[in-house]
């Protein structure tokens, strides 16, 4: 049965099965402008964490709250950030 929200269902039910998430099936079946293709490889345009400084890290660390963030090195930070 069609969704009003979703203007390509089939798109969508494809993307549904290959094991797209509702949101970004949705998105890309929606999307009317340009590549379907490159609207799901949307994404932010951030660094590596590798690339930032410690203290960056630590204030992205305590922004989220990662506990025991002040007696970790930059490594720990990066690490403890990926699996937060």
Do not use: C, F
């Not at 099936?25 to 340009?34: M, P, Q, Y």
């Not at 490159?38 to 506990?67: H, M, N, P, Q």
Request: charged fraction near 40%; charge should be positive.
């Amino acid at each position: 049965m069609p969704r009003a929200q979703i203007k390509d269902e089939k798109t969508y039910q494809a993307l549904r099965r290959e094991g797209a998430s509702k949101e970004k099936a949705a998105r890309i079946a929606n999307d009317s402008g340009g590549s379907r293709s490159a609207t799901g490889r949307k994404g932010g345009k951030a660094g590596t964490y590798e690339d930032r400084s410690k203290e960056d890290l630590y204030r992205e660390a305590k922004k989220v709250g990662i506990d025991g963030r002040s007696r970790m090195t930059k490594s720990e930070l990066i690490d403890a950030l990926r699996h937060h």
